[in-house]
């Protein structure tokens, strides 16, 4: 006799299927979403790491290129070809911010690499006034002034609140009138209304200042990206850690199910059959005997005593 499994063993069987699924869907989905936190947590630090490194570029660059045009008949040749080594430098930079994880992060990315070269413009006019204006460099002068000013105004609605307010005092500050005050005095090709020695510092400040604003935008930026990946890892455990509870509960509910069900185990009976046992190819079956006449004899007789 053999026993098939019990109808309760195959019931929790089935409800295993459901629940192996839960816990195979969890864990693909943990999975998933930690590798998109560690690809966000390593985007962010390489675009930490970029920011910095070409920040240092283009402060390096700018040295060389005052250094270069400070030199006789190198002037036009240095300023052309430096101006375009550091907008490389800054577009490569760009380039991070259309890989930022979210439409925010790149969006302030973005912001940050726009005051990079709201301060490469105002630093650029600066050589070329330092450099000496003539009826050519006046017109590059005038051209960069303009776009960095107009550059600064059009980003700075886009800034975070603490960027704004830096921006309004920076705006609002005397170095800032006073540097206007001379770049105009150069565009027109007139006096300077403050002394050399003021615009100088004026100028100094106001670099500083855009210097600072641009570095406040991308730790920011970064900081974002960072808090991204963050909330990611965060989403993914806490994902999975519900799925597997989900699986658990449905397997613990399904178990008490089952065991409240009264179905007993059920036996089959198997018959066993027993081989026959072989005879040998030279024995002949008999065969039925004739019936014995003496019943027939006997009844005859006893007809005849009648």
Not at 30 to 52: C, G, K, P
Not at 112 to 127: I, T
Not at 146 to 172: I, K
């Amino acid at each position: 006799m053999k026993y098939l499994r019990s109808v309760r063993g195959r019931m929790l069987g089935i409800a295993c299927i459901p629940g192996g699924a839960l816990v195979l869907v969890a864990l693909v989905i943990a999975v998933f979403l930690i590798h998109q936190a560690v690809r966000t947590r390593d985007l962010a630090m390489e675009t930490a790491s970029a920011a910095e490194r070409t920040a240092r570029a283009v402060v390096a660059l700018q040295a060389q290129r005052s250094a270069a045009m400070a030199v006789p008949g190198q002037r036009d040749d240095a300023y052309a070809n430096f101006t375009q080594r550091i907008d490389d430098a800054i577009t490569g930079l760009s380039g991070y911010a259309r890989r930022a994880p979210d439409a925010e992060s790149g969006f302030q990315q973005t912001t940050a690499v726009e005051l990079l070269s709201v301060a490469e413009g105002m630093y650029r006019s600066d050589s070329l006034a330092l450099s000496g204006l003539d009826s050519g460099t006046r017109r590059q002068f005038t051209a960069a002034v303009a776009a960095y000013r107009d550059r600064l105004a059009r980003v700075a609605p886009q800034l975070t609140e603490s960027g704004r307010t830096a921006y309004e005092s920076l705006v609002r500050s005397a170095d800032w009138s006073r540097l206007t005050a001379a770049e105009d005095a150069l565009t027109a090709a007139e006096p300077l209304p403050v002394p050399e020695s003021t615009w100088r510092s004026a100028a100094y400040t106001v670099s500083d200042q855009l210097g600072r604003l641009y570095t406040q935008q991308s730790e920011y930026a970064v900081e974002l990206t960072l808090d991204d990946g963050r909330r990611t890892l965060a989403g993914a455990l806490a994902a999975g850690a519900a799925l597997l509870l989900c699986a658990v509960l449905l397997l613990f509910v399904v178990r008490r199910l089952v065991a409240r069900v009264p179905v007993p185990v059920v036996p089959i009976m198997v018959p066993t059959v027993r081989p026959a046992i072989p005879r040998p190819r030279h024995a002949r079956s008999r065969r039925p005997r004739l019936p014995e006449p003496w019943p027939l004899k006997a009844v005859f007789d006893d007809l005849r005593r009648r």
